[in-house]
Nanobody, 125 residues
Framework: QVQLVESGGGLVQAGGSLRLSCAAS????????MGWFRQAPGKAREFVAYISKSGGFTYYSDSVKGRFTISRDNAKNTEYLQMDSLAPEDTAVYYC??????????????????WGQGTQVTVSS
């Protein structure tokens, strides 16, 4: 069992930055592949970024590539999402997710077993 708790969300102006954190409980974090997803009002939850258990592989959605950076610190059981050059369309609730499997489709919500409660990110224009 893995419990995930996101933090770091808030209100920021367009062009600004935020860093989200996802703290994981348990000893299995270092064996978990991790992802970030987001969900805007009235829209489906969408993939943002993925990082493998070792941190050696990272993938991003086209909409955030070059602006967001996913990372992890296995010693601290924490995953991060550095978000730069934020735009109003980045406004959403952001969720971290974990899976102990090697996901066949890391972009899909069904590939993940555990989810955090989400943290709100609001970008004003």
């Amino acid at each position: 069992q893995v419990q995930l708790v996101e933090s770091g969300g808030g209100l920021v102006q367009a062009g600004g930055s935020l860093r989200l954190s996802c703290a994981a409980s348990g000893r299995t974090f270092r064996y978990s592949n991790m992802g970030w997803f987001r969900q805007a009002p009235g829209k489906a939850r969408e993939f943002v970024a993925y990082i493998s258990k070792s941190g050696g592989f990272t993938y991003y959605s086209d909409s955030v590539k070059g602006r967001f950076t996913i990372s992890r610190d296995n010693a601290k059981n924490t995953e991060y999402l550095q978000m730069d050059s934020l735009a109003p369309e980045d406004t959403a609730v952001y969720y971290c997710a974990a899976t102990s499997s090697w996901p066949t489709n890391y972009r899909a919500t069904y590939a993940y077993d555990y989810w955090g409660q989400g943290t709100q990110v609001t970008v004003s224009s």
